[in-house]
Each structure stands twice: as C-alpha cells, then as structure tokens.
C-alpha cells in the first residue's frame, strides 16, 4: 500500500470516530409531546411533515404567513374513559393545544446554545370540550402549564408546572351527577426528558396526579393517578404511549385500574401506474399519510356493588389517512436493473436530486454525496447560507466550513448541518474529503449515527454473522451490529460486508431505502410490541 493511500484511509477512519460537542438542531418535529394529554385520554394524531412542504422551506420558498400560523391554537378530536361513576363511560369531543408550537421552542437547540439560551419558560394551555350534542358524558377542563425547560447537550428536561388559578374541570357523568375539581386540594406533576439525535426525538415522562372532585352521588372523590409515558418522532414516523394507574375513592367505594392510551402515525411508499395509456408519465409514487389512536382499560379492583363493570375495554378513534403525489421520473434509462426501485424512489421523494441518469448504480458514490442525501433522508435543518457582504473594489468572498467545502457548492448546508449535527466531521488537516469515495462501513456507521441508536451496539460479546467480521475496524463495530440489528444491513449472498470497499450508489441507495423502512415501519412496530400492545 503506497504512503498516500494509506494516508487516505487513516484519515477516513479518524473522520469517523472523530467526536466534538456541538449542540444539535432538530426540525419541527411532528408529534408534540402532550398532544393527547396527560389524563389518560388519546388525540388525533398530527400528520408529518409533507414531501412539499420539505422541499419548500429547504429552498426558502415557504410563505412566511403559512411559518406564522404554526404558533396559533391547533384543535383535534379528543376521546377519555371517565371511571367517576365506577363504571367506564367513553367521552368524545375535542381537544384544543395553544400555541400549536410554543413561543420560545426548545426544538431549535442549537439556536438557543447559539443565542446563549440553554433554559428558559414558555405557556402552553390544554382546554378539552364536549361535542355539540351527542355525547353521554361532558368534560370541561381547561389547564394552563408554565413549562420549564433545561438544555443539556442533545437533551432537553422539561418540568410542566401547572397554574392553579387557571384550573378548572366539570365533569358531567350520567346516573352520577356533575364533578366539579377542588383545584386548592388537587395538584398535576408532569416530569420529561427528551433526546434529540439528528433524525429522531426519542422521550420519556412522568406523571403523578391527585384530583379531588366535589359534588356527584358520592360526595367527595379522589383520583390518584401514577403513569410513565414513551414515545418517538421522526419525519416518517411518530408513536406515544402511556400506561397509567389510577385509584378512584369516595366515601362509598373504591376503584382501581390502568388505562393505555397510544397514538401512531407513519408514512407510507405507494406507486400508482396511470390507467390511460396516452399520458406523458407511465405512473409516479404517492405517499400515504396514515395515523391510529386507541385506548384500552383493564380494572383491577371493582367496587361489589356494581357486579355489570366490565373488566377490559377498548376504544379506537376514527382517522383519516392524507395522499400526497410526488413527482413522476422517467427511470426507463435503469429498467430492469437491480437498482432501479430504489433509486427511483429515493428521486421520487426528492432524496436524491438532479438528473438521475447521472446517478451511475455501479458508480462509487462520493462522501459528500452520500451525506448529503442522509441529510435529505432524515430531513435535518439546513439553513440559510449568507456570505459576508463584499469590500467594494474587492470579490465576493465565500464561506469556508472545511479547506475542501466552501458556500460555493451548492451542498454546503448540507455538510454544514451534519457536522454539526454529529453524523460526520472533518479531517484533522481541515478537510472533509468531500469528492472522495466513503466505504461501506463507513456509510454503516453514519447511518446508525443519525438513528442516535449507537448506544445499542454496546455488547461485545455480540457473534458476527460476516463471514469477514475480522475486517471490521474497532470503530465501526458497534454501528455495524446495531445496524444489522435493525435490518437496515445483513450479509451477502455469500455472508460478507465488504466493511473497507468503496459503496456504490446503487448500494447506497438501498442502504439509504432500508434506513426509510426502518424509520417508517421498523421503529413503529417495536414500540407497539413493546409498550402499545393493541390489536387496532
């Protein structure tokens, strides 16, 4: 091996275990936390981020009223259990969220370390109201929250601290009477943590309530509520799900149960061929929108008096999917190749851009271009780039990010979102090689990196199923499990990863399309097996 290809590949590898503490940015992410509430109930899930609406703020196009109306007041279908008359009674009406993103947004974290804002406060209100008519049991809660928040490097901790002077609940429950909440006696405790990796929101939370009721056929009641929830949000796909156990008391009996309340939503790949023939495009992908909301119950101890409460319950709200069609590409040039559902997906869905018969399959992809599409594909920020103004007399000057990727190329933002992101970094020479070749393990390992899953390959006990594991370098390993983990990689046809040859684009782009199932449908299935466990 000659001194400068060995150079090469030193500098690939320190690349690639390189590490420096740069705060994350997130985009806005499509599920928020607390879009259902923190009783026990389910909303209609918001939908994801449109291929359209990407490809509008990517080229700065978005109307900036439409960027406005995102702080407004969002209103979704709301359905809740109430146990207060000791037996479950199903309440549907709506749920207002205010503001439909909070004023000053933890989910832009390198703008706040930016700014030198690392922990702040902003107000949020949840209001839920019965339907017009129609429903057995009405709910009038309104809660305003003072949420505090802390930034700590990816992390965000948030503490919901509730305004009691804003507190106010009726509940009317039939046979049962009007419940009105003694807010003096009541307290709602509401603690989460949030990671935000470069393509995906993973958080978890508490919540510890006491309600205390006045009124109905049982005169004072209290409801103690103790709960965990999870959930995730990626561009492709979003789960939250709570699990909540509940104590209901009164002077005449005692009720005890656990409710599960879970949202998903998740975007699907569709391709549709035209039935005329006399068009100009033969047929074109379209994605498919599609949410699920459902509860169920089970009691655990029932008051004796009250022989007909059914033990377990289920409720599934009714949604409705959206379709997006997305740009028909001629890919006869590819036809019968291997490659071609792949690469005409990732051009459908805008991943890959430019003309696609320059995207060569059995071509070696180059590391800026394969980082640039892993930027697209998991939809990381990318802003604006702005040079400096010119000296008069003199030539513009461009921004320089490495020695090699200056503001002239058009895929600087891109470069520049994921070093700061952590997926990828520049050489110790001040370079990022960016028209070099990047080798299998190495696209493995980014991939993983933009999942925030690395922490998944800790084991090293793990057996390779590669028949040429040995060639593995010590600071891929990790990623390479995780990724075969996840199906996102699996041996060849004849049980080798190939980890130090160069990746083609045809190879990239099924890594890129195995990362997308994942995100759409591996990840989904996971939490639902896992922590949803409903039958929808």
């Known amino acids: 091996m000659n001194k400068m290809k060995k150079f090469l590949l030193v500098a690939l590898a320190m690349g690639v275990i390189a590490a420096i503490a740069t705060p994350l940015t997130a985009y806005a992410r499509p599920h928020r936390i607390g879009d259902m509430g923190f009783h026990g109930g389910i909303s209609e899930a918001r939908h994801l981020p449109r291929t359209l609406e990407t490809i509008l703020l990517e080229r700065g196009t978005n109307n900036r009223n439409n960027r406005n109306s995102r702080n407004n007041s969002i209103t979704m279908a709301y359905s809740e259990y109430i146990f207060l008359g000791g037996t479950p009674v199903l309440f549907e009406g709506t749920k207002d969220i205010s503001p439909a993103l909070p004023a000053v947004r933890p989910s832009s974290i390198a703008g706040l370390a930016a700014s030198g804002s690392t922990a702040g406060t902003y107000e949020v209100w949840h209001r839920v109201s019965p339907p017009t008519a129609g429903s057995e049991v009405a709910i009038n809660r309104t809660m305003f929250f003072d949420v505090q928040y802390a930034v700590q490097g990816s992390q965000v901790i948030y503490t919901y601290v509730v305004n009691s002077n804003s507190w106010s609940e009726v509940i009317a429950v039939p046979d049962a009477g009007t419940f009105t ?75 005890q149960y656990q409710i599960r309340p879970s949202v998903t939503v998740n975007k699907e790949l569709q391709f549709f061929s035209n039935a005329p023939t006399q068009i100009s495009f ?26 007909y409460v059914p033990t ?31 690469i005409h997906r990732l051009f459908a869905m805008q991943i890959l851009q430019g003309d696609p018969r320059f995207y ?34 003199q030539q513009p000057v461009a921004l320089t990010l490495f020695s090699d990727v200056n503001s002239d190329r058009p895929e600087f933002r891109y470069i520049q979102a994921i070093q700061r992101s952590g997926i990828a970094f520049g050489r110790a020479d001040g370079k990022f090689y960016f028209d070099y070749p990047i080798s299998r393990q190495e696209a493995i390992v980014t991939t993983v990196r933009a999942l925030g899953l690395t922490n998944l390959g800790m084991n090293p006990t793990v057996v390779s199923p590669f028949a040429d594991s040995d060639d593995i370098a010590d600071w891929a390993i990790r990623e390479v499990n995780v990724a075969l983990m996840l199906d996102i990689i699996a041996p060849d046809a004849d049980g080798y990863l190939h980890p130090n040859r ?10 890129f399309n195995h990362l997308l199932e994942y995100m759409r449908n591996g990840i989904v299935r996971h939490y639902s097996e896992q922590m949803v466990n409903l039958t929808w």
């Open 181 to 255: 909440l003694d807010r003096d006696r009541s307290s709602f405790v509401i603690s989460i943590i949030e990671d935000r990796t470069p393509g995906v929101s993973f958080y978890r939370g508490h919540v510890a309530a006491r309600l205390v009721y006045t009124g109905g056929m049982y005169g004072t009641t209290t409801v103690d509520k103790v709960g965990e929830f999870y959930g995730f949000s990626t561009a492709w796909s979003a789960v939250e799900t709570h699990i909540m156990d509940v104590t209901v008391v009164n002077d005449s009996w005692a009720l």
């Open 282 to 307: 033969e047929g074109n992908f379209r994605e498919l929108h599609q949410s699920r909301a459902g509860l169920r119950y089970e009691i655990f101890h029932a008051p004796q008096s009250m022989w």
């Open 312 to 342: 377990t319950g289920s409720h599934s709200m009714d949604t409705f999917n959206v379709f997006e069609q997305l740009p028909a590409i001629d890919m006869s040039f590819l036809r019968g190749h291997s490659a071609e559902d792949d």
């Open 360 to 393: 060569v399959p059995n071509q070696a992809i180059t590391r800026g271009q394969f980082l640039t599409a892993l930027a697209r594909a998991v939809k990381l920020p990318v802003e604006e780039v702005t040079p400096p103004r010119p000296v008069r007399g």
């Open 502 to 511: 160069a990746i083609s684009k045809g190879e990239a782009a099924a890594l």
